[in-house]
């Protein structure tokens, strides 16, 4: 089932639709995640082919901390995302005050490409157990798969599985799971889900129990 991300993409009426996915299955696919504030913004031809009429939006940025992407970038001064929002373009505010998170792959040429499909929050949007998590939490659950609930029943079908319920008890995708848990990889290869800090105020529903 592909759901449209409607709390980033308000304007869209054209397609760019997403497989939903929790934010740490983002982030492990993902070859670059960084913290960053963006300078400035221009838009630039898309490639070298003077036929190819396809812009890009190049966003300036000053990076704050790098999670990932170590052993192929050491910083980042540009990241690239299409022109049109159609073509899943992000819309980043270039005053150099807000911070992001930034999650995108690194193009053969070395550039760094995001798009609304990769992880893309407001620094401040994000919850203190998703701020810890991104140093060492969400890796450690890279070898897990995240399925995501939409009606019950659900079950889980591999030791390695655990279970996203957000959509089928919120009706929303970043709701108190994947703000607050991730799904980490015990020493026997079983995955399940896990919150660090302090208790949760409300607990999410394991549908896969009677």
């Avoid at 003077?50 to 992407?69: A, V, W």
Wanted: proline share 6%.
């Amino acid at each position: 089932v592909l759901l449209l991300l409607t709390h980033r993409i308000q304007e869209l009426v054209e397609a760019c639709s997403c497989a939903p996915a929790h934010p740490q299955q983002l982030i492990c696919d993902s070859a670059l995640v960084i913290r960053a504030k963006i300078s400035s913004e221009k838009v630039v031809p898309a490639s070298d082919d003077p036929l190819d009429t396809h812009k890009m939006i190049r966003y300036e940025i000053k990076q704050i901390k790098m999670f990932k992407g170590f052993e192929k970038l050491k910083d980042v001064q540009y990241v690239y995302t299409p022109f049109d929002s159609s073509l899943c373009g992000v819309k980043l505010e270039a005053n150099n005050k807000k911070q992001y998170l930034l999650t995108g792959q690194i193009l053969n040429d070395g550039k760094v490409f995001i798009h609304l499909c990769n992880y893309i929050e407001p620094w401040d949007d994000l919850s203190l157990s998703q701020k810890k998590s991104l140093n060492q939490r969400y890796q450690m659950g890279c070898g897990c798969k995240i399925t995501t609930c939409y009606m019950v029943p659900c079950s889980i079908t591999a030791p390695n599985e655990c279970l996203w319920t957000d959509w089928l008890i919120e009706r929303k995708l970043y709701g108190h799971q994947a703000k607050h848990y991730a799904c980490i990889k015990r020493s026997d290869g079983t995955c399940s889900w896990y919150r660090g800090g302090p208790p949760p105020e409300k607990e999410f529903i394991d549908i896969s129990e009677p």
